[in-house]
């Protein structure tokens, strides 16, 4: 296989995943807390995996990329998880920075990233070639600077989660 299949591969497949990703972000009211969480604890790995295997094209006119999810629709987005995840939406990060722990929101940090990954799908899989390319650009720079930082945010959290489930359903006690 060469590079050019290989790159062809990489973006198809994360192309792949950020739909079924997409989809379950906007048909999200369906779902129940632990589902969604559990969902997420598997998906957002995989997207940090093929996100991390994109190669950003060598040339590319970024005239050709435009955002389609709308304030609005992030507005929806956002509440929608806000109001599954409840009492796990929030959680604390350590800013190095400011060196104290900073407040975070689960639905904040999927809706960031959803937001990216739509746009690039949308630009995608519309098949015009230029928009194509711009898009595995954007989708590349994007990971870097934005959606892949949201998803290393969220994993550790995702576990934590994780654990917190296992532990009650070994011992049979509830956590606060």
Known sequence: MNEEESKSIVIHELVAVANEFCWFMENIQ??????????????????????????APESYDESFMQRYVTEETYEIIFNDIRNKLQQNDLFYVFNSELKEPE?????????????????????????????????EFYLHEWF??????????????LHAEFQKITIQSQSGTEFD
């Not at 129940?32 to 940090?48: G, Q, S, V």
């Not at 809706?111 to 098949?127: E, H, N, P, S, V």
């Open 30 to 55: 369906r779902y129940e807390a632990d589902t969604i969480l559990e969902y997420m604890r598997k998906m957002i790995p995989l997207l940090y995996v093929k996100g991390s295997m994109l190669k």
């Open 103 to 135: 407040e975070r929101s689960m639905a904040e940090c999927l809706t960031d990233i959803y937001q990216d990954l739509k746009d690039g799908l949308i630009a995608f899989t519309k098949g015009i070639e230029p928009e194509k390319i711009c898009a």
């Open 144 to 157: 870097i600077t934005r959606w892949g930082a949201q998803a290393a945010v969220l994993m550790p959290v």
